[in-house]
């Protein structure tokens, strides 16, 4: 495949010529990483791997790349605690969700007090 960066225009053609109607963008992160793990393929309710469409893997790891610029205004999701979540492309509406999970810790601070000589055995 050409090293030329792939537009969304040219991978919805490229998609559709391949009967898809939506994606769904697996990704997550934590200890400031993270990264897209996979893409699922949809043709109407039907999914698919990218193997299964005669998409090759570096195409599949072009499209990824197109979808790390949605992930860059959103919360975030690969710092600290992290997060995960999925971008749903819709190819017929040409329309995005995203459902970002943002991981944090919480903590509950307990004190206790008394006297040593209460802890001594009899």
Same mark, same amino acid.
């Not at 109407?44 to 499209?63: A, K, Q, V, W």
């Given at each position: 495949? *050409?090293?030329?960066? !792939? =537009?969304? %225009?040219?991978?919805?053609?490229?998609?559709?010529? &391949?009967?898809?109607?939506?994606?769904?963008?697996?990704?997550?992160?934590? /200890?400031? *990483?993270?990264?897209?793990?996979? +893409?699922?393929? #949809?043709? /109407?309710? @039907?999914?698919? *791997? #990218? *193997?299964?469409?005669?998409?090759?893997?570096?195409?599949?790891? &072009?499209? %990824?790349?197109?979808?790390?610029?949605? !992930? @860059?205004?959103?919360?975030?999701?690969?710092?600290?605690?992290?997060? #995960?979540?999925?971008?749903? +492309?819709?190819? $017929?509406? !040409?329309?995005?969700?995203?459902?970002?999970?943002? &991981? #944090?810790?919480t903590y509950e601070k307990y004190e206790h007090?008394?006297? !040593?000589? $209460?802890? =001594?055995?009899?």
């Amino acid at each position: 495949m *050409s090293d030329k960066k !792939l =537009t969304w %225009q040219e991978a919805v053609l490229y998609l559709k010529d &391949r009967g898809v109607t939506k994606i769904e963008v697996e990704y997550a992160g934590s /200890g400031d *990483s993270g990264s897209i793990d996979n +893409i699922v393929y #949809y043709k /109407g309710e @039907d999914i698919f *791997s #990218y *193997s299964d469409l005669d998409i090759t893997h570096d195409m599949d790891d &072009r499209l %990824q790349n197109l979808c790390y610029p949605m !992930l @860059d205004n959103i919360e975030d999701w690969y710092n600290n605690d992290g997060g #995960y979540g999925t971008v749903t +492309i819709d190819l $017929d509406k !040409l329309h995005y969700d995203i459902a970002n999970h943002v &991981r #944090y810790t919480t903590y509950e601070k307990y004190e206790h007090e008394g006297k !040593l000589e $209460d802890l =001594t055995e009899e």
